[in-house]
């Protein structure tokens, strides 16, 4: 038995619908966002539930639900499913739109499921990816347009690569769904300031980074990006993930470097001292 | 009772829906379309479905039926719900993907409702309309992404204006449910040729236009725009609607022009010689 909460209430996994005239998919429109459980509980609550409420505030998506209230179905999700490693996916919708156009109370969507994690080969090996000139729509915002990431997964598997970092007049942004860091030849740690999402994995790394490294938010410009001594991407189901090849050219001396691996067991520290006080 | 079709079967509206884990509504990904009713009859329904059809093959979504096979359930429809005027609305989506982001095998759904279309008055009042740089991703593609139009609403409503026409690099592009035609000082009849849904009502403009007053497709450069003698939209919706204000200033003479009435009626004649025909 899986359960999802969906208009309000706990519901069997194939029992969970909305109707199909909610602006989510007459229009793609809702709020999104996703979390990630260990040992029974949800990493960095709070911070995901403040952003969750921030990208429906932008949206003008009204959640039917307060902060706390969300907050306890969640637990209760976790509780109910048995399923101690998860994705908890959160979608706030449009609603039930009279004219298919204007958000009206929406539906909110908590479902719980299941989790692959980068294993430490994965982690050592990298992964290749190319760069793409695009930027989201309200990159702020953490909203289900994934039109573009999506479309080009195509191109990606034609091209045997894992992933697409995107770029907007010359200045690196954000993967479809994971942020960007990169360590530049003099050792500084960077990642882009503005138009992009605020990941709560990098929030992190912005946290501790600094004691660890000089860190700095600023434009990266895409030359800087394929000069860079080390890049990774961060992401609540990826922590951090080496970039090892971009664009066919490798990535510093091609392997994994030492500011990621350092990076990555500090945040495994914090994910597990987060555990310990929750 | 008011039929949908929806999972290959007419189902009663309040029982026409998808299970939450599609990827329309966990990444706002399907393909869309729109088509009208007048009379029972679907108007110029081959144009519609090729380009649905066309849009899905774009974004790697599979439609379930043929071509044949949507357009029978479309007289189908109409014939169960007895609304002669109506809206149809196609949304073909990604489907229950185990991945949450690979399009796998789709819904399709096929929605009528009614429409009200434009008066008389509302055609010789005009609209009123702002321009915001933006373009939609796969401009070629009718999907479900609609977050920037709707997220414009609000500023619309603030500042009591009609619409918003996108621009991008200087260089107009269309509104977001409707494309634009300007009328130059000279007379031109313009619109623009490239990244723009290729708007059916658009379609029928560009057969007939050029018998009335010499027609172009190229690019239309945002101030040539506000010099233009007219401005209107055009959507299956709306037909054609002129613009009289954009930006806070008048077009034109501020008024309806000739050669939008001119169009206006003729569009009206090709409907009904459609009808006659079909």
Known sequence: MKWVFVNNQFVEKEKAFILTNDLAIQRGYAAFDYLRTRDHKPLFLDDYLTRFFNSAREMFINIPLSKEAVKEV??????????????IRLVATGG???????????????????ITLISEDKFFAGVKIMTHEYMRDLPGVKSINYLMGIWLQQQL????????LYYHNG???????ANVFIVTKEGELVTPAQNVLEGITRKRILEFGHKLVPTVMR??????????????????????????????????AGKVGSVSILLNQKFLEVEEEYLRSH
Chains 1, 2 share one sequence.
């Open 219 to 252: 434009d990266i410009h895409i030359d800087e990006l394929r000069d860079a001594a080390e890049v990774f991407m961060t992401s609540t189901t990826k922590r951090i993930l080496p970039i090892v090849e971009i664009d066919g050219k490798p990535v510093g």
């Open 171 to 177: 200045i690196v942004t954000e993967f479809p769904r």
């Open 74 to 87: 969640i637990l209760q999700l976790i509780e109910r499913n048995g399923m101690p490693e998860s994705g």
């Open 157 to 164: 598997r034609a091209k045997q690569l894992d992933d697409v």
């Open 96 to 114: 039930y739109s009279p004219d298919s156009y204007t958000p009206v109370a929406g539906n909110l969507i908590i479902n719980q499921e299941p």
